[in-house]
């Protein structure tokens, strides 16, 4: 990528607008060169399929998709608002939020999710006899399906995040466990219902299509 | 539960056949009293959605979705094929686990993957700022919304093979861990493939509707 920036150095003019669709923006940002970011704003599609190819195009796949858009200090407003214009023409709506914390959003919003369809895939082939999946299990592991190439850079990029989203899952599944090991109905029960709440409040917020 | 069955006793007749529909078996089964065990079968639809009462019924709710059967060695088997017969005729699919495995598969092919979502709903709302989730966690949490009281009662039920699988996926998720933290690319290639393939093996034999 750092080669391909400093390519780029010669070619710019004074409005000229610079972005990129990965899902990792640390990374990316951090070898953007210096003469570049007034004009670059880093930039991040929270949409996509568990397919890909040509043969999988969808004019719709942006529509109400968060898309997130990261500056420098020294970003220029012009350039992020170029890159805002193209986002909006896509029916995707611009959200802001500075490269760490998109890290850390995605380490657990996509990258875990990722994570734990590819364990436990792996989990289910393990049990004996007819495999009787249900609906469930399906929704949560449709992703283990995704192109192991792209999400062993994804998972590399983004490895400090994503280690510590599993180390915190891990946290709150051992708790859980103590909750079911001494069979305490009480707070199962208000464990429970304040999940319902959560989603609930968070699926206010949650965009419409895959990613 | 035990005091209805020991009512039915005074009701049965050469010919009859009870069944239930509880989403774990080995409780269920072990409170059948020995003077019914020759007419009953355990069953589970492994169907269901995340939404409960009768304005959400839906004629094709048990479509082609799995039914588990689960005998005693006392089982008539004149009572099984009833059983087997009123499956067939909503269209699902009869399939025999004994209570052991079929409240093992259960626990980690639908009880897991609703404690990951009520786990997983609460860590995204201590997320700061803009909430940006896509498909993947949508998929992932939506059974989050799943009424508590039934849950709580399930996964009580269910607590031991439940914390076993809970115990099995943590120590998944540290092994995973490990890969990401020592930044092994062969390793973590090979774990995603590894996982597509074994979805792609699993895909063919899950059934079509959500539970």
Redesign the interface.
Known sequence: VGSCFVQLIETVGPTTAITDCCSVKRTVMAEVPPALRAHFVGGHP???LHVSGAQHARSDLFRD??W?LSTYAETDVTALRRVESMVYALDARP?Q?DPH?HD???A???H??????????????R????????????????????P??L??EI??AN?HA??E??????A???L??CV??T?D?DA??R??????A?????GG???R???
């Not at 369809?117 to 289910?124: N, T, Y």
């Not at 959560?198 to 968070?202: I, S, W």
């Open positions: 929270m949409a996509g998709a968060w997130v959200v939020l914390d850390e959003h995605v657990l919003l996509s875990l999710p990722h994570v734990l369809a590819a364990v436990l895939v792996q989990m289910g082939e049990l004996p006899g007819q495999f009787i999946a249900g609906g469930s299990w399906r929704d949560l592991t449709r992703v283990a399906g995704s192991p190439p999400w062993e998972l590399s490895r994503v280690g989203a599993l180390a915190q899952l891990r709150e599944l051992e859980f466990e079911l090991a069979d109905h199962l029960r464990y429970l219902t304040d999940a319902v959560a989603r609930h409040r968070l917020q949650a965009s299509e895959s990613g």
